[in-house]
């Protein structure tokens, strides 16, 4: 079955979301905990089904791992290939640091938190395809997890 996975709720990563489903006809994924994000968009409308950590999507022939990684948003996820070597972090990890947490809803310690326990634990080669901005590696972001919390954003 095809669907929309969203990473998160916020208006950048979802106003295309309807129009992309009437296009291709499949369901529209988002944690639960981004509801409120999702209303504030779509009005009384719901997501058609809810992405929960654990879960696995397939695409392409291959699957898909959720992590919820809030921190940017209440229900931040990312989506790590199964058969490894690459981890899709929607906002919740950028090369250079964490996404942003000036926004409604999210907090520092909070993705920091998630980015340390949930990604920070894959492999160090594993590149992390970002929301916005270049590719990096789970190696190459983790030494800094120091100086992120030093500049405090």
Not at 48 to 74: F, N, Y
């Amino acid at each position: 079955m095809t669907a929309i996975a969203l990473t998160h709720g916020h208006n950048d990563h979802i106003n295309a979301a309807v129009a992309l489903q009437d296009a291709v006809d499949a369901p529209i994924l988002l944690h639960p905990d981004d509801s409120m994000l999702w209303h504030d968009l779509y009005g009384d409308r719901d997501p058609d089904a809810d992405l929960h950590h654990g879960a696995t999507l397939r695409a392409g022939g291959d699957e898909l791992g959720v992590l919820h990684t809030p921190g940017h948003s209440p229900g931040g996820c990312c989506f790590v290939l199964e058969s490894g070597g690459h981890v899709f972090s929607g906002d919740t990890l950028f090369c250079g640091g964490p996404g942003a947490t000036g926004r409604s809803y999210s907090d520092f310690p909070t993705i920091v938190d998630s980015i340390r326990t949930r990604l920070l634990a894959l492999p160090p080669e594993t590149l992390v395809h970002t929301g916005h901005g270049d590719t990096t590696t789970v190696g190459q972001e983790a030494p800094d997890v120091e100086e992120w919390l030093r500049r405090g954003h």
